[in-house]
């Protein structure tokens, strides 16, 4: 019995949701307070909901996508009242679940109204950063001899000054924009840019102690960091910070054996091992100061399809987190958590310790939340959901394994996005298309090679999920309870994303040996795999678009294929348009 089963205490000190998107703080009151009924200790949110919109925004950086809260729009945005008066009604709503706040920033991001701010007031803050040939950028400066790391702390000071009912920053740096100055800048004086990105959570960490707030205040979040930018900034933290780390990044289990291209292997988010950057940081720090970001809401994997059951995996990690002390678990996703039998299992291992298996939490959930006569059927439904993660290669990062031959870093995060691209001929390509097209496009991984050795693994998992489709709509029917409706419909759509990924692979390979008859037969499956996704999509607005940062026509953003920007705001009928003009 581990020493976790010996206590009644709960094994997570810290439980994080992500907000949903919405309109108005009234809309998300419901959500915070089945997130406190789920033992949920705080809500972190990092999403711009005040600026989003469909049409192109060059203050963004990323037309439509990835738009996060910016440090400046709290402080001296001229609508810097508005974003306040937003944050304290939110934290108003949190204090009165008594839940916990905790803001994500990405810092030193620059926008278009900050960039213009500094020309006019501080052009020292503006720096530079190369990196390499043609990546030149303008940056926040966190040099030495520039101002901006000063206008930096002014602005972090006058943020927790205003802010106390923000109990928690989750700080990362690099991604997203938030560029930090290389040795090129004229105001470096010789630093570099590890020692640049230590400065700033060193004015971080210092702003939080003049303001009197607790070290652990400050979530670090160390992804993308560089060579060099553990050791610095390390060096200037001072003890008491927690760290985000990410469980099975960078794990490796071997799927196929033999091949003389090299071994596909899994490096999932929801692996089944810890990854050797968690282990570096479990020995650098404790498992008592980390904060792991545990994917409950989606698989991640998956990520353009909303909330499929994946409580069976999620409980061996949470066994897993414990096991190695981890304080505390964030939702991977910043679209929110659904009620229901992902959240009822953390919900149950709070309860419980963790001192029963997966098995019999599911049957638990299924008999006492779900109400079901007899479990066994709706208990696998969820294990068959489990196993067809473990049937295709994932990767959220570098598998050292690259086309032709081998495996996209991008395949994890992009499969489910064949369910909403059209099959278009030009667009197949030997190599990869990078931003040619779009970085989480499926043409990015469906080269011909790698199309060949995919394709059986597809269709095991579409397999899978046909046999979990059945089990959950028996169930659904049998016991008439619209709780089935929302996971039903997510089984369907990962079906269906399965099988527009076989859809992929044969047309790759269809375009590599000019067979057009064999072309055409994948692209009329397609189409029809299309039309159920639609209508999948009509059905719930929830459906598709977990994944808040990433809205969910991020399709249509993919270049050169026929979408029409003015138009098209649905990614299944722009799909459809395009493959019927085309």
């Not at 508005?82 to 991001?109: D, M, N, T, V």
């Not at 196993?387 to 394994?401: H, N, Q, V």
């Not at 040996?513 to 072309?519: C, I, L, Y």
Request: aromatic share 12%; proline share 6%; hydrophobic share 40%.
């Amino acid at each position: 019995m581990t020493s976790a089963a010996k206590t009644s205490r709960p094994p997570f000190r810290e439980i994080w949701g992500a907000l949903p998107r919405h309109d108005q703080v009234d809309e998300i009151k419901p959500v915070l307070a089945r997130y406190r009924a789920a033992g949920f200790t705080g809500i972190w949110v990092e999403n711009d909901y005040l600026r989003w919109s469909w049409a192109p925004d060059p203050d963004s950086g990323f037309g439509g996508n990835w738009r996060l809260f910016n440090l400046f729009d709290f402080t001296r945005s001229v609508e810097a009242p508005r974003y306040r008066a937003y944050l304290h009604e939110i934290g108003a709503a949190c204090q009165a679940e008594g839940l916990e706040l905790c803001i994500s920033f990405w810092l030193p991001k620059l926008n278009q109204e900050l960039r213009e701010y500094f020309h006019r007031h501080e052009p020292s803050s503006l720096g530079k950063a190369v990196y390499g040939v043609d990546h030149e950028r303008e940056t926040w400066c966190s040099c030495p001899g520039g101002t901006g790391i000063t206008a930096f702390a002014g602005m972090f000071d006058e943020f927790l000054t205003e802010f106390p009912e923000v109990t928690r920053l989750k700080i990362s740096i690099k991604d997203n924009c938030a560029f930090i100055c290389t040795e090129e800048c004229p105001h470096s004086q010789g630093a570099t840019e590890a020692q640049n990105a230590a400065r700033v959570f060193q004015v971080v960490q210092q702003s939080i102690a003049d303001a009197g707030r607790p070290p652990e205040t400050l979530l670090v979040y160390p992804w993308f960091w560089e060579e060099g930018f553990e050791e610095e900034v390390v060096s200037v933290l001072k003890p008491g910070h927690t760290l985000l780390t990410k469980y099975a990044v960078g794990s490796e289990r071997a799927i196929e054996a033999g091949s003389p291209a090299g071994q596909l292997f899994d490096s999932s988010l929801l692996g089944e091992y810890p990854g050797p950057i968690f282990e570096r940081w479990r020995e650098r720090v404790g498992g008592d100061h980390i904060v792991d970001l545990l994917p409950w809401s989606n698989s991640m994997d998956a990520m353009f399809v909303a909330h499929p059951p994946t409580l069976m995996l999620v409980w061996k990690r949470l066994e897993m987190l414990r096991d190695k002390g981890v304080r505390g678990i964030m939702d991977f996703e910043c679209g929110g958590s659904p009620a229901r039998s992902t959240v009822e299992a953390i919900r149950l291992f709070q309860e419980t310790g963790g001192t029963i298996g997966s098995e019999e939490a599911a049957q638990r959930i299924a008999r006492d939340v779900y109400g079901v006569a007899d479990p066994a059927p709706l208990v696998e439904a969820w294990t068959l959901v489990s196993r067809a993660w473990d049937t295709i290669p994932m990767s959220l990062s570098e598998t050292g394994i690259m086309e032709p031959y081998g495996l996209s870093p991008r395949l994890g995060q992009a499969w489910p996005a064949c369910a909403a691209s059209p099959i278009v001929r030009e667009a197949f390509a030997e190599g990869e298309q990078g931003h040619h097209i779009h970085w989480f496009s499926p043409y990015n991984f469906f080269g011909f090679q790698l199309s060949a050795r995919l394709r059986p693994f597809f269709d095991k998992m579409e397999a899978l999920f046909a046999g979990a489709d059945q089990l959950m709509q028996t169930v659904a029917a049998t016991e008439n309870a619209v709780d089935f409706a929302r996971e039903a419909r997510a089984i369907q759509g990962l079906r269906l994303c399965s099988q527009a990924a076989i859809n992929f692979c044969d047309a790759a390979l269809a375009m590599k040996s000019a067979n057009d008859t064999a072309f055409d037969h994948a692209r009329s499956r397609h189409v029809r795999t299309l039309k159920a996704m639609s209508d999948l999509d009509r059905q719930d607005a929830e459906f598709w678009a977990n994944c808040c940062w990433h809205p969910h026509q991020m399709p249509i953003s993919q270049r050169n294929l026929g979408f029409d920007p003015a138009k098209d705001r649905n990614a299944f009928t722009a799909s459809l348009h395009v493959m019927q003009t085309n």
